[in-house]
């Protein structure tokens, strides 16, 4: 069974390093790793060359964003399944991949993997531990999303479906795992163990985008979760019009 890991990245001279020798010394080898570069102007190209002989296609051009690359990557992929992993982000361990794909290969029938993900910040010092216990919770996802670095997706997920990039630009991996639980109805598959180490700081991580952090999950209660939805415009009235009463009974509710 084959894994095709795609890594997208933009100036990434500081990071894309590690995960590129994370990647090569995982102990399983049979991996189709696929390189988008969004042309950067840093040395990022140079340091990926070194590993030429271990990448199945590199290509450095401008893309529209980082969904907008892991899209066209998506054309070039021929594993069994796809994992997404960038710049910056680390596997837990070095065999990893080979209990993961121990695991997939005896439950093929799954079309939607994971484990649990590390949040590491830019010192190396993990800040939580996401386990995802709740995942069969219906309104899960709702709420929270799964690190898109600890999903093993088979391939034909993407068969006529790519990632949304007219509509987001954080969410677009959130949006797309929502479809494929509950319109897809995708067989789910926890491996209770950790995957990866992600690397906070980037987009999806920046409070400064909070505004579109806002609206991209305002548009996923809207689309997939229609009572969810309603209750927050409520809460959004409440808080707009009402905040000094409501906000102490909010709080109380909350809790």
């Not at 390189?35 to 590993?51: A, L, Q, R």
């Not at 939805?229 to 909350?254: A, E």
Request: glycine fraction near 2%; include cysteine.
């Amino acid at each position: 069974m084959k894994l095709t890991i795609i890594t997208v990245c933009l100036n990434a001279a500081d990071t894309i390093d590690k995960t590129l020798k994370s990647i090569i010394s995982q102990s399983f080898k049979n991996i189709e790793l696929i390189i988008f570069d969004g042309k950067s102007e840093d040395n990022t190209v140079d340091i990926i060359k070194k590993y030429k002989d271990n990448i199945a296609f590199f290509q450095s051009a401008k893309d529209d964003g980082v969904y907008d690359a892991m899209n066209r990557a998506l054309e070039k992929a021929s594993g069994d399944y796809v994992l997404f992993f960038n710049a910056g982000d680390t596997f837990c361990s070095e065999d990893v991949l080979e209990n993961a794909m121990k695991v997939i290969s005896e439950n093929a029938d799954y079309d939607f993997v994971f484990g649990w993900s590390k949040c590491i910040d830019k010192n190396a010092v993990c800040t939580r531990t996401d386990k995802y216990d709740n995942y069969k919770n219906k309104t899960f996802f709702a709420d929270n999303n799964i690190c898109h670095q600890a999903i093993f997706y088979k391939r034909s997920l993407f068969s006529n479906d790519k990632y949304d990039t007219q509509n987001f630009k954080i969410y677009a991996d959130w949006d797309f795992n929502v479809r494929c639980v509950k319109l897809k109805k995708a067989k789910m598959l926890p491996l209770n163990f950790e995957i990866c180490n992600f690397l906070t700081g980037g987009i999806s991580t920046n409070m400064q985008n909070s505004k579109i952090f806002e609206a991209e999950r305002r548009l996923i209660l809207k689309k997939y979760f229609k009572i969810r939805y309603f209750l927050y415009q409520i809460d959004r009235f409440m808080l707009k019009t009402f905040k000094s009463i409501y906000l102490p009974l909010r709080n109380i509710f909350i809790k």
